[in-house]
């Protein structure tokens, strides 16, 4: 059975940082790539960051280049996004994602993380 499970969001203040995870089970993790998305109620769920399976090319959104790091732990099975500076648009439910790195299929959704930054 395929898992991806997020944790870590929390309500942070303006400029505080934070670190979400994301456990992954019942797939070959090391042959996908890894992407966290996240939305706002009334949105379409936004690409945030990407990291290829081999953790080498890591690619952002221009909203948290600077800001924000994917990476991930392939022995571990996890993914993980390192938030700094964070701003109060960054408030959004965090979603981890997997593609298979060379088909594009099958994917896989989390459930999702409440980050809030607010002071």
């Known amino acids: 059975q395929v898992q991806l499970v997020e944790s870590g969001g929390d309500l942070v203040q303006p400029g505080g940082s934070l670190t979400l995870s994301c456990a992954a089970s019942?797939?070959?993790?090391?042959?996908?790539?890894m992407s966290w998305y996240r939305q706002t109620p009334g949105s379409d769920r936004e690409w945030v960051a990407s990291?290829?399976?081999?953790?080498?090319?890591?690619k952002y959104a221009d909203s948290v280049q600077g800001r924000f790091t994917i990476s991930r732990d392939n022995a571990a099975n996890s993914v993980y996004l390192q938030m700094n500076s964070l701003k109060p648009e960054d408030t959004a439910v965090y979603y981890c994602?997997?593609?298979?790195?060379?088909?594009?299929?099958?994917?896989?959704w989390g459930q999702g993380t409440q980050v809030t930054v607010s002071s």
């Open positions: 990291i290829f399976n081999r953790g080498w090319i890591t």
């Open positions: 019942g797939f070959t993790f090391g042959d996908y790539a």
């Open positions: 994602y997997a593609q298979d790195a060379v088909r594009g299929w099958p994917d896989y």
